[in-house]
């Protein structure tokens, strides 16, 4: 049983550019988070998806952005970089149906971006 | 504003002694708690959870937590700590009304068990 997958694993960019973040559910998991973590810090949530639409949002600017599509899967969109976006980006799922309220979420292994 | 804190950066244990990673949160009513361990270069793994009822909760790997309503604590222990368990240790909560998925976490606790 596959659980959260991330992809790239590590990616750099420089300042200005744009880049996608990519994230396979758990099996069975039909919710999506996106959370940020700086070095040294807890992870900070940017957003969650489910049924396709951006159900929650943290204190995160507009350029980041997201999507979810049908089979669950999601992107993390971020615009116009900045060094401060240097940082593990993590994917974690669960499930609505499950009573997810008081659900763990699962996580995957996160993708390390760095900005030059 | 809701937080959650994590006093100490860093603890120290030798292995076989009992452990204790302290975490406080100020959420309004009744948040979900949640413990997660962080080893190099991976994601988060969940180790248990408090919902209701017992104040002692067990978890995986022999870890438990003990939840303190008064003091707003979710403080993770084990009996026995092991060099495996050197790790880097997050609480985190969920509110309950009007949330759907943000869990807000502490800044982390780097456990160094030594042998």
């Known amino acids: 049983d596959a659980g959260v997958t991330q992809s790239p694993t590590h990616l750099i960019k420089t300042r200005g550019q744009q880049v996608t973040l990519r994230c396979s559910p758990k099996s069975g998991h039909d919710t999506v988070s996106w959370y940020q973590q700086a070095l040294g810090q807890g992870p900070q949530f940017i957003f969650q998806?489910?049924?396709?639409?951006?159900?929650q949002r943290g204190n995160f600017p507009d350029r980041f952005s997201g999507h979810q599509f049908p089979n669950y899967s999601s992107e993390l969109n971020v615009n116009a970089l900045l060094l401060g976006d240097s940082a593990l980006y993590l994917c974690?799922?669960?499930?609505?149906?499950?009573?997810?309220?008081?659900?763990?979420?699962?996580f995957g292994d996160g993708t390390r971006l760095s900005i030059l | 504003a809701q937080s959650v804190a994590q006093p100490e950066d860093q603890v120290n244990v030798a292995e076989g002694n009992p452990l204790t990673v302290k975490c406080t949160y100020s959420v309004s009513g009744n948040p979900y708690l949640f413990w997660y361990v962080q080893y190099p270069n991976r994601g988060l793994q969940f180790l248990l959870k408090y919902i209701t009822g017992d104040n002692l909760v067990k978890g995986s790997y022999g870890f438990e937590a003990e939840f303190n309503k008064s003091q707003t604590s979710f403080h993770l222990k084990k009996p026995s700590a092991l060099v495996s368990d050197s790790a880097l240790y997050f609480c985190a909560v969920k509110g309950r009304i009007g949330n759907t998925g943000k869990l807000i976490f502490g800044q982390g606790t780097t456990l160094q068990v030594k042998p």
């Open positions: 998806y489910y049924e396709e639409e951006e159900r």
């Open positions: 974690a799922s669960s499930n609505i149906q499950e009573g997810q309220y008081n659900q763990p979420q699962h």
